[in-house]
């Protein structure tokens, strides 16, 4: 118990440390503008994410680095335990990549953006597929409106798991993407533009998993609070509430998700592309990338796929008494403080948007993002289920708009 107390402490001390290094106030907030296209600081609110990001995940590596024998050294699930140690080596080096941005050549930059997504979700995917394999939990059954990625009597369960692992996919699926429409389309097709009809057929390849998604467990976040705080056999009220909040800050981090960053994003880029950059020309310049080759997404994709990999591990921590509970509770706020910022930043909202390769005002494109995003959001409430549908609807609603 004294050790645990004393690497309580030494966490508590180092998220006030690296809080501190992460916070710059400028002396003067201008714009949304401004904190779109700073690369490294939201002045909005003045905090430097990248920092931020790092400080976490090296602390992150402090606290497990006396336990590293028990917790990844050990033939049970040694794979998804290797797995696990090798992710979080991937997302230090992905977060110091992106610092170089102004310093990496187009051609290498460009490439070694694709080559950390594609292995990060590639990771992201098998380490919850073997999470499912080693330890299955097939017989663990939390009472209702318990998750065991936050509820401290809670385990986490084979179908949480399962579920988990399709949206690993979704990651994949989007990044290869992303990618696509950004730079890979102008090598494959370099004697061809690309059609309306060809990138419609781009945007259902990517919708496609969307069709599986009954396929796959479900669990409603709203279950998670509509039993009410009297009926949590938690350890204390304030902890019931803390998590409550959690959930229900997670659902509308998921909504946003799924309709801006997921369906809004792939719409927009399908009617409205920017220009593809060709990384074989020498005259390739940096204000030509576009968002997945941009170091503020970049920041944002390493914090979704931490926040992914990282609600399920610090749960573990917890259950192996490295943490506590309310150590957790602290760590899951600020993973989803950096991701929240970082998606601000991230340009699937304030990014600019191209009508025939001609760059529209940041204003319209706002708006159409907003439309896209909105129309994506009450749809799926009017017509749940159809993700894959739905998208192609929102999708032909814009190209009437656009024409």
């Not at 904190?35 to 990001?53: E, H, Q």
């Not at 073997?130 to 009472?143: C, I, L």
């Not at 994949?172 to 419609?200: D, E, M």
């Not at 030509?288 to 920041?299: A, V």
Request: with cysteine; proline share 3%; charged share 15%.
């Amino acid at each position: 118990m004294y050790r645990l107390h004393r690497q309580t402490r030494t966490w508590s001390f180092l998220v006030k440390l690296f809080l501190f290094i992460g916070s710059r106030v400028p002396e003067k907030v201008s714009t949304i503008q401004m904190a779109v296209r700073n690369p490294d600081v939201l002045v909005l609110f003045g905090l430097n994410v990248t920092t931020m990001l790092l400080f976490f995940l090296i602390g992150v590596v402090f606290i497990i680095a006396p336990h590293f024998k028990s917790l990844f050294i050990s033939r049970h699930g040694w794979m998804h335990r290797s797995l696990g140690a090798l992710m979080i080596c991937w997302l230090i080096y992905g977060t110091i990549h992106a610092t170089k941005f102004e310093v990496d050549p187009i051609r290498k930059w460009t490439i070694s953006c694709f080559v950390i997504d594609f292995v990060l979700s590639v990771f992201g995917l098998t380490i919850t597929l073997s999470a499912g394999y080693a330890f299955p939990h097939k017989r663990v059954s939390n009472s209702p409106g318990q998750s065991g990625t936050l509820a401290e009597d809670a385990i986490v369960t084979h179908s949480e798991m399962i579920e988990h692992s399709f949206y690993q996919l979704i990651n994949l699926f989007q990044a290869l993407f992303l990618h696509y429409t950004s730079w890979l389309v102008s090598i494959v097709g370099r004697k061809t533009k690309p059609s309306i009809s060809n990138r419609l057929i781009s945007l259902s390849l990517v919708s496609l998993p969307w069709i599986l998604r009954k396929k796959f467990p479900v669990h409603s976040f709203s279950a998670n609070w509509r039993l009410g705080i009297e009926k949590r056999k938690d350890s204390s009220k304030a902890t019931k509430e803390i998590e409550l909040l959690l959930y229900r800050l997670k659902k509308l981090q998921y909504i946003f998700y799924k309709h801006f960053i997921v369906h809004g994003l792939n719409i927009s880029l399908t009617i409205f592309p920017p220009k593809p950059i060709d990384i074989l020309l020498s005259n390739a310049q940096r204000t030509d990338l576009s968002i997945p080759l941009s170091q503020n997404w970049r920041i944002f994709w390493l914090s979704l796929n931490a926040s992914f990999v990282m609600e399920f591990f610090l749960q573990t921590l917890v259950k192996r008494s490295v943490i506590t509970q309310r150590c957790m509770i602290r760590l899951q706020i600020i993973l989803m403080l950096i991701a929240s910022i970082s998606a601000i930043q991230s340009g699937a909202i304030f990014g600019s948007l191209y009508i025939d390769q001609r760059l529209i005002s940041l204003k319209s494109s706002f708006m159409l993002r907003l439309i896209i995003g909105t129309t994506s959001a009450s749809l799926n409430f009017l017509n749940r289920g159809h993700d894959f549908l739905n998208t192609l609807l929102v999708a032909t609603i814009m190209i009437l708009i656009a024409c």
